[in-house]
């Protein structure tokens, strides 16, 4: 429970500005100064993020070269504020830091916090900022991350000391992080980051000859939501970042109910960015053509009385069932943020398309690789990566 409702009052003409308006607040140059909005990302970002998530990933799997990873930043401390549950995106902020070096304080109850005493939470903020180099905030309220961000920035324009905001999920709004390890699940799914993986590299070259489509990478391919596309801060997100490629196909699959189905200012955003979208009601009508699944559990935490009203069959319609994944492509991937319900059965995990559990571990390397792009470490961990790649060639050319 939280005690005290932050006045936001100080960052509202900020606050109601239009996110694009916004969006130079957020960045230093080319690199971002706080992580809020999914808007925050072009193409090049994302494939320039891809990549050094990929080399974390590979670097981080042996131990010299862990070692060098974790010498980046150990000069660096992360405040995790996560007073809205979480499992998967705390734990993954926690590995991601330490990979990185990093150490990692915590606060996840603000009632054992002086916010129990009436401390206003944009002070505790301020008193966050004191301890830590990188605040990662979680909460209900919608707006607090970027108020946060406005109060950072005001310090830094007094010479105080200002640190990088990162949202972890405001609201039913913005869920960042998450669409960023999505797309870099996507990419991986599509090939995209596999060189130095040999079993992935001669599976994609088998599977491009017989599916072409696959080598245009995320253009031009279908993408289905569904389950509960109205709230899902997840799906927000995510359909912005892949307005970001040629051509696609975004389909929304949920019960005809005003709280699930999708919502008026979503729908105009892509249209105005003339994205193909389509609205259905059943996963029957898309699986054929789906490149990507990517389900949603009914958030009923919301209006519990407002959910209750689709019909059980109707919810039925929207579940990733094994005989409904049996009809994807063969190279297509069910994706999901987690945590699931009944929507995809345990039965589906075993499918080669269940990239579920992966897309959570994905989270880890591209948490990491978003904390390097703030710290501006990213071509230290490009350097460290290609002189050992360097090293494993000659080694493999020395023993073949
Ligand atoms: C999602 C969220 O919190 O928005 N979970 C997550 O962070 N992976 C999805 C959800 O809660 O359903």
């Known amino acids: 429970m939280k005690q005290t409702l932050p006045d936001l009052e100080p960052y509202e003409r900020r606050l ?27 193409r090049p970002f994302l494939d320039r993020l891809g990549r050094t998530a990929d080399q974390i990933r590979v670097l981080s799997q042996t131990k010299a070269t862990a070692v060098e990873l974790r010498d980046l930043l150990p000069h660096k401390r992360a405040m995790l504020y996560f007073t809205q549950q979480s499992t998967r995106t705390f734990l993954s902020f926690m590995a991601s830091c330490q990979l990185l070096g990093m150490s990692v304080a915590e606060i996840r109850d603000p009632s054992l916090s002086s916010e ?29 991350a970027e108020a946060c961000a406005y109060l950072m920035n005001d310090l830094d324009d007094f010479n105080q000391r200002s640190v990088p905001i990162v949202n972890g999920g405001s609201g039913a709004d913005e869920h960042p992080t998450q669409a960023l390890l999505d797309i870099f699940t996507i990419q991986r799914t599509f090939g995209i ?43 927000r997100s995510l359909c912005v970042l892949l307005a970001n490629f040629d051509n696609i196909h975004i389909r929304f699959v949920s019960p005809a109910h005003s709280k699930l189905r999708l919502q008026a200012d979503l729908r105009d955003w892509l249209k105005s960015r003339h994205i193909d979208i389509s609205e259905h009601s059943s996963l029957d009508e898309v699986i054929e053509e789906a490149d990507i699944v990517y389900s949603t559990r009914i958030q009923s935490e919301h209006d519990r009385s407002e959910s209750d009203v689709a019909s059980a069959e109707d919810l039925r319609a929207c579940h990733v069932t094994p005989e409904r994944v049996q009809r994807m492509k063969e190279y297509g ?31 880890i390397w591209i948490r990491a690789a978003a904390i390097a792009h703030l710290f501006d470490v990213d071509t230290s961990i490009r350097e460290i990566y290609d002189s050992h790649l360097l090293d494993w060639r000659r080694y493999n050319q020395d023993v073949l």
């Open 193 to 235: 980051g596999a060189a130095e993986d040999h079993a992935g590299v001669s599976r994609f070259a088998e599977l491009q000859s017989r599916h072409p489509d696959l080598q245009s990478g995320l253009d031009g391919k279908t993408y289905v939501f569904s389950g509960d596309i109205g709230r899902g801060r997840t799906v």
């Open 116 to 144: 129990y005493k009436g401390e206003s939470p944009l002070d505790s903020m301020r008193m966050f900022s004191s301890y830590s180099d990188l605040i990662v905030i979680r909460d209900k309220l919608p707006q607090f």
């Open 333 to 363: 991937a069910v994706l999901h943020p987690f945590p699931r319900n009944e929507e995809i059965p345990a039965a589906v995990d075993n499918d080669p398309r269940a990239m579920y559990f992966r897309q959570a571990r994905n989270g």
């Open 16 to 42: 109601e500005r239009p996110t694009n308006l916004k969006l130079p607040d957020l960045q230093h140059g080319p690199r971002p100064k706080h992580i809020l909005f999914a808007q925050q990302f072009d």
